[in-house]
């Protein structure tokens, strides 16, 4: 679904990342690690062609994203749900307008759609929260909100970069139960994380593939995790 082939990403002369190769296969589960500022988000966005390689390749869908036009790219983003780290909204939307925006901008009939996002709303617990602003959300509701409207679209791949950071860990566990049961719906699901212990609790509950950024160059974490 997104590949890496000998992928790298260079900013201002610097090397960020180098010769990267990376496989998502439909319905995969993979952790990616690292300490800050090893360049996970920087991979997260090659994966979701905010950024595109500076050396290698990044095949989307089975296209190279560097020949892709823009509506291809469109195209091929609606398949891809992003968690960002910042989980920013726009605060004068409540929280089924914000979830609802791809749907919007896509051009759908959100109307048509409420009951989907009455269930989405439901399914990560916020039905009660729906109309409430941004603002008056809890770090943990934000985060639930942020996965909703990453998934409003039915994506085939989830990357999620640090959902848990800030974040209790009964709150942090509650995200994780969603994304690994998205994964057992068959999405593929990529997430950048520091947290080890999150790691294990998630490894007891899906077969995950965790991956780890050292000196520019992914590498296969070991069975210690």
């Given at each position: 679904?997104?590949?890496?082939?000998?992928a790298?990403?260079?900013?201002?002369?610097?090397?960020?990342?180098?010769?990267?190769?990376?496989?998502?296969?439909?319905?995969?589960?993979?952790?990616?690690?690292?300490?800050?500022?090893?360049?996970?988000?920087?991979?997260?966005?090659?994966?979701?062609?905010?950024l595109?390689?500076?050396?290698?390749?990044?095949?989307?869908?089975?296209?190279?994203?560097?020949?892709?036009?823009?509506?291809?790219?469109?195209?091929?983003?609606?398949?891809?749900?992003?968690?960002?780290?910042?989980?920013?909204?726009?605060?004068?939307l409540?929280?089924?307008?914000?979830?609802?925006?791809?749907?919007?901008?896509?051009?759908?009939?959100?109307?048509?759609?409420?009951?989907?996002?009455?269930?989405?709303?439901?399914?990560?617990?916020?039905?009660?929260?729906?109309?409430?602003?941004?603002?008056?959300?809890?770090?943990?509701?934000?985060?639930?909100?942020?996965?909703?409207?990453?998934?409003?679209?039915?994506?085939?791949?989830?990357?999620?970069?640090?959902?848990?950071?800030?974040?209790?860990?009964?709150?942090?566990?509650?995200?994780?139960?969603?994304?690994?049961?998205?994964?057992?719906?068959?999405?593929?699901?990529?997430?950048?994380?520091?947290?080890?212990?999150?790691?294990?609790?998630?490894?007891?509950?899906?077969?995950a593939?965790?991956?780890?950024?050292?000196?520019?160059?992914?590498?296969?974490?070991?069975?210690?995790?």
């Open positions: 679904m997104i590949e890496l082939a000998h790298a990403f260079a900013y201002g002369g610097s090397e960020i990342l180098t010769d990267v190769n990376l496989r998502l296969a439909p319905g995969s589960f993979h952790f990616l690690t690292g300490p800050s500022g090893s360049g996970k988000t920087t991979l997260l966005r090659l994966c979701f062609m905010e595109l390689p500076t050396a290698g390749h990044v095949m989307i869908f089975g296209q190279d994203a560097r020949s892709m036009t823009r509506d291809r790219v469109a195209a091929a983003r609606r398949r891809i749900g992003v968690v960002h780290q910042d989980c920013q909204f726009l605060d004068h409540s929280v089924a307008e914000n979830i609802s925006l791809p749907l919007d901008v896509s051009g759908r009939d959100i109307e048509a759609e409420r009951g989907n996002l009455d269930e989405l709303l439901a399914w990560v617990g916020l039905a009660s929260r729906a109309h409430a602003l941004p603002p008056q959300l809890s770090g943990g509701e934000r985060q639930r909100a942020a996965l909703a409207r990453a998934v409003i679209m039915s994506p085939e791949v989830i990357i999620a970069d640090e959902p848990t950071g800030n974040i209790d860990w009964d709150m942090a566990q509650r995200l994780l139960r969603l994304l690994v049961e998205l994964n057992r719906m068959g999405k593929t699901v990529l997430i950048a994380t520091h947290d080890l212990n999150l790691i294990r609790s998630a490894k007891a509950q899906v077969q593939r965790v991956l780890r950024l050292h000196r520019r160059h992914l590498q296969l974490a070991g069975a210690d995790l």
